[in-house]
């Protein structure tokens, strides 16, 4: 009673210390508080759980030798296991990990291997396999749950037993098993679910024996050696649904995989849900696709830590708690398409409230965007990407985190992701290849966002940026996709807003360029008239976009034979365009370039001549030489040029244009493979005399 008495004041102290400390770091945000709730936590539960026994705090003692006369240590019959989990009977593939983990731990007398990936890939799995098959290799083999860095003194001291070992206090008992092992050959200790290395480091046992840590976090390179466990083959994925459901199709497996990314935990948790359930795994894939966020909780794999929407949620609280910015990034990043994600998207973070120190000392430009990519690829959440400046999250990670959004920050998140999108766009138009790269790490995630717009309310400024994308697509010479995505934009806005809306309007302009480029010229021909028609009515004759639909109506005109009404047209739309946009207006150049080929049609090549001499001219002014448009300018004129019979000066320029353009577009780019037929043109011209 007098041990108890004795305690009741110091324990008392700590628990009012640890309230004042909780109070600073909830309310006032208080950054030191941090650390005083670190050291006072463990204390308080030694004081609780001391009773009369002094509080003693020590680290684990550097290795000694054996004190003389100590004799060896007892020998063990077989080799003790302790708390190693029931090995996995449906563990698939991984022969070369598991191989690279042996020759790790074999490469020398002390060794440590740190296996990391994101949640669910299965590093718990690996770990437990090669456990499983070298059991023969060790005199002792010990499982320890690592978690929770304060228990890891106790979890040490349970291998005293196995040791032979006298127990005392948990920090000796910790300490003198630390120390047997120094001297100990042949034991394998895993640590599964590491989070901190530095946490981890003291409790590290040394000697010759071998040591795996399982890991989110991939910062152990200082401590171990690594292995970075990620997603499974394809074919070890089918075969790892087949062997949990014999007789499963194994295309159906390769699509359910396909859809569940390859990522074991997933995999094992759709193989037990199916398995249970006896769902027929197509019906199964159809209402996944269709139900992710609801299927996602669905499940209970009993090999793995709970299911799927649980092993991300974990660390996603503590996320929430260390880096909330961080968690707003993974949020974010969920609403996007599961693609490489341009950390540019993200030129700052809205943190929900600064620390009192930034609000002293506020992070350099993109700092707190660093940081909070750091944080998430510690829990393994996403990963960095430095090679492209790129974030990769899973997409069922993104499925996890976007189903516990609320309606509100959906919203919220949605608005936010969408002008992030759109003040992405290039500077440089579609049509010219320095934006292309751009608009490529861009593409996949304006399509993500633009198929989940749900009404007219929505984001006008997603849907523009979209169709430039499509218009992108045109300009790179990809005319079926280009058309698909027109389509499917102008149906889109045709169910939300009005046949006049402006962005009705845009989407039926790009998809009457991509009609005609892959040869329906009737379609194109309507809906290029029906919008001209619309414009007109709405903007009114000599608005810019309004001229825009007239140039392509001429085009689609002088594409049905129609040469002189398209010429027509094309004169009156230049001569407005010089008018409104001036002479060196890309749109401008662009119906000077396409006059030029009607005057050509009707047999008038002196003044298409003439046309597509000015016309390439102020388009190498500006937009550049290598410039796609200049690069078209450059190409008509030649073919100008060998109508007329000047075939030397012709045949140098299209070999000069067709070498740009190999470079700039690529050899099979359709303006490419049209001006190498106009070199083999010129040529049997001028073999002809």
């Known amino acids: 009673m007098g041990a108890v008495r004795r305690h009741l004041v110091p324990a008392g102290v700590t628990v009012v210390a640890l309230v004042v400390t909780v109070v600073l770091v909830r309310r006032y945000d208080w950054e030191p508080a941090g650390t005083i709730l670190a050291v006072i936590t463990p204390a308080l539960t030694i004081a609780l759980l001391a009773y009369g026994t002094p509080l003693v705090f020590t680290r684990p003692p550097s290795p000694e030798p054996d004190p003389a006369g100590a004799g060896p240590p007892p020998r063990v019959d077989g080799p003790p296991v302790g708390a190693l989990p029931a090995r996995n009977r449906l563990f698939t593939g991984r022969a070369g990990q598991l191989e690279r983990i042996r020759r790790q731990l074999q490469a020398g007398p002390v060794a440590v291997t740190a296996l990391h990936g994101m949640g669910g890939v299965g590093k718990t799995q690996l770990a437990l396999e090669y456990a499983h098959r070298h059991t023969g290799d060790y005199t002792l083999i010990w ?48 640590f599964d679910n590491a989070e901190h290395p530095t946490a981890l480091a003291p409790w590290l046992p040394t000697g010759p024996g071998h040591v795996l840590i399982t890991s989110r976090n991939p910062a152990w390179e200082h401590l171990a050696a690594t ?7 394809r074919p070890e994925s089918v075969a790892l649904l087949t062997h949990q459901l014999p007789g499963l199709d194994p295309a159906v497996a390769g699509a359910l995989a396909d859809e569940l990314g390859d990522l074991p935990l997933a995999l094992a948790q759709a193989g037990a849900y199916l398995a249970r359930t006896r769902t027929p795994p197509r019906d199964y894939l159809a209402q996944f696709r269709a139900r992710r966020a609801e299927y996602l909780a669905t499940g209970d794999p009993p090999l793995y830590a709970g299911r799927l929407d649980t092993c991300w949620s974990l660390s996603l609280q503590r996320l929430a708690a260390d880096a909330p910015a961080a968690v707003w990034l993974l949020q974010a990043c969920a609403l996007l398409a599961p693609d490489p994600i341009p950390l540019a998207l993200f030129p700052t973070l809205p943190l929900r409230r600064r620390r009192w120190w930034h609000r002293r000392h506020p992070p350099a430009a993109g700092q707190d965007v660093r940081e909070a990519v750091a944080a998430a690829a510690d829990y393994s959440l996403l990963r960095h990407h430095d090679s492209d400046g790129t974030l990769t999250v899973h997409r069922l990670v993104q499925a996890v985190i976007a189903g516990q959004l609320t309606d509100a920050q959906r919203r919220t998140l949605t608005d936010t992701t969408t002008r992030l999108l759109t003040a992405a766009t290039p500077t440089h138009q579609a049509d010219d290849p320095r934006s292309w790269p751009a608009w490529t790490a861009l593409g996949p995630h304006l399509l993500h966002a633009h198929s989940q717009l749900t009404g007219p309310d929505d984001p006008h400024h997603l849907r523009t940026t979209t169709d ?34 402006p962005t009705t309007l845009a989407a039926a302009h ?31 004759d000599n608005h ?20 002189q009404a ?13 008018r409104v946009l001036g002479n060196d207006h890309p749109r401008t150049l662009t119906s000077a370039n396409n006059l030029a080929t009607y005057l050509s049609a009707m ?28 690069l078209t300018s450059a190409g008509n004129l ?22 740009r353009q190999r470079r700039v577009l690529g050899d099979n780019h359709p303006n490419t493979q049209q001006t190498e037929r106009l070199v083999s043109w010129i040529d049997e011209q001028a073999s002809r005399g």
């Not at 005319?479 to 807003?497: G, P, S, V």
């Not at 398209?566 to 010089?578: G, S, V």
């Not at 030649?638 to 070498?659: I, K, N, S, Y």
Request: aromatic share 4%; glycine share 6%; net charge positive.
């Open 143 to 190: 499982w320890i749950d690592a978690e929770q860095t304060t228990l890891l003194a106790e979890k040490i001291a349970t291998l005293a037993r196995p040791l032979g070992l006298p127990t005392t206090t948990v920090p000796e008992t910790a300490s003198g098993v630390l120390a047997a092992l120094a001297r100990r050959p042949g034991w394998l200790v895993v």
């Open 227 to 233: 292995v970075d466990v990620d997603l499974l083959p």
């Open 468 to 501: 430039q994308f499509c218009y992108q697509l045109y300009a790179r010479g990809d005319y079926t996709a280009a058309n698909t995505l027109a389509l499917r934009l102008h149906r889109d806005a045709l169910h939300h807003h009005s046949p006049d809306h």
């Open 510 to 540: 790009t998809l009457a360029t991509t009609y005609n480029a892959l040869g329906h010229h009737q379609a194109a021909r309507q809906l290029a008239q029906d919008t001209l028609a619309r414009q007109r009515r709405v903007l009114g």
């Open 544 to 563: 810019p976009r309004t001229l825009t639909s007239a140039n392509n109506l001429a085009a689609q005109m002088y594409a049905m034979g129609e040469h």
């Open 566 to 578: 398209a010429r027509q047209l094309a004169q009156d739309t230049l001569a407005r365009q010089r």
């Open 603 to 630: 047999g008038e090549h002196q003044a298409a001549r003439q046309l597509d001499e000015d016309t390439l001219a102020r388009r190498r002014r500006v937009l550049g030489d290598n410039h796609p448009n200049t």
């Open 638 to 659: 030649a073919g100008r040029l060998g109508v007329l019979g000047e075939h030397q000066a012709a045949r140098q320029l299209a070999q000069d244009t067709l070498a």
